[in-house]
């Protein structure tokens, strides 16, 4: 009987835990995203792509200006 | 005693289960992806006081529509990002058209300035030039479109899409590389999604290539389509799209004819073979 206890306990513990590493999303209920959260990926992943750009220095830049006259 | 045992095993299977079977859906909301699809102006330039020339800013910027997926929605939101001196400010109002880019400019959501700018080639690059409005001044923004790595994804999106809208020449262009088609977009309902897949995994088979292209000659408002194009002018400038890449620059040599001067010869021939257009 105690063991039974025990286990059911356990399962218990189990199922808290499981649930409490799961997040409901912000957003409306069909899981679907606001124009926001898609702005804010979209905005990340730009971001992501700018810093991804290679930097260039005022020199590269003049020369780069400066040849098209 | 057994029976209560069972009972417990049994609640602990079902509870584990369950649990499990609510993480992954939610899991599966969560995922959101998003990538690239069309490209406005995006690289590092000056931005040159109008009133003064030795007051400049190194300037970054980054202006695209890029598509949102969601387990239930897609969403395509244009998105842009200034960098001027230190500060990092966020473009909104983002029109990304052929060849030319306009966009509010926003600080702490406070509109703060506009920016307008045309895209030129020169040798096998583009660059855009144009003005901006910051905080009551006017400058003049010079901008050498930089180079990206196009994922595998976003070019089997361009095959997906031309596909998609033209199945008959879809198919007709795979025949035309010469080898068999992946499969046919005029019967196949499915056809175009395992394209997309097909040419996720393989993004230089030449029927993907083919495909690619053809969407970018139709698709001229994406700089990386441009660029594309460009590729394939400087071989044969004859080709149809190349025509319609030239109309596109021909804006901006009415705007700034000295741009010509340093122009690739493909953009010569097309302005020669658009004759009396110009």
């Avoid at chain 1, 025990?6 to 912000?26: K, N």
């Avoid at chain 2, 049994?10 to 859906?25: C, D, K, N, P, T």
């Avoid at chain 2, 409005?133 to 180079?147: A, E, F, M, S």
């Avoid at chain 2, 021909?250 to 004819?257: A, G, H, I, S």
Wanted: glycine residues 8%; hydrophobic residues 40%.
């Amino acid at each position: 009987m105690k063991f039974a206890i025990a286990l059911v306990l356990i399962a218990l513990i189990l199922t808290i835990t499981i649930s409490g590493c799961v997040q409901q999303p912000s957003g409306p209920p069909t899981g679907g995203l606001t124009q926001e959260q898609a702005e804010q990926k979209a905005l990340q992943t730009l971001d992501q792509e700018m810093n991804a750009l290679e930097e260039m220095t005022l020199e590269d830049l003049e020369n780069e200006l400066l040849q098209q006259g | 005693m057994k029976k209560l045992l069972t009972l417990a095993v049994a609640l602990i299977a079902v509870l584990a289960i369950g649990a499990s079977v609510i993480a992954q859906q939610v899991g599966a909301q969560n995922q959101t992806r998003s990538r690239i699809h069309t490209l406005g102006a995006f690289g590092n330039g000056l931005a040159i006081s109008e009133d003064d020339p030795m007051d400049f800013e190194l300037i970054r910027v980054g202006m695209a529509a890029v598509k949102v997926e969601s387990a239930n929605e897609n969403k395509t939101v244009k998105v842009g990002v200034l960098h001027f001196a230190d500060e990092k400010y966020r473009l909104k109002d983002v029109v990304i058209g052929n060849g030319s880019v306009t966009a509010n400019i926003y600080l702490n959501n406070t509109q703060v300035g506009s920016i307008s700018l045309d895209s030129y080639p020169k040798d096998d690059k583009e660059l855009w030039a144009g003005t901006m409005t910051l905080n009551g001044k006017t400058y003049n923004v010079y901008l050498i479109q930089g180079k990206r790595v196009v994922k595998a994804v976003e070019k089997a999106e361009k095959a997906f899409e031309y596909c998609r809208n033209n199945p008959d020449r879809c198919k007709a262009l795979m025949q035309a590389v010469g080898k068999n088609v992946i499969c046919d977009p005029v019967t196949d309902g499915n056809c175009r999604e395992r394209i997309r897949t097909f040419c996720e995994g393989n993004p230089e088979d030449a029927r993907c290539k083919a495909l690619r292209l053809a969407q970018c000659g139709i698709n001229l408002e994406d700089a990386e389509c441009r660029a594309e194009i460009r590729g394939v002018c400087s071989n044969n400038a004859t080709e149809n799209a190349c025509q319609r890449l030239g109309e596109v620059y021909n804006k901006m040599v009415q705007k700034r004819p000295e741009i010509l001067e340093n122009a690739p010869q493909w953009f010569h021939t097309v302005r020669e073979r658009l004759g009396g257009r110009q």
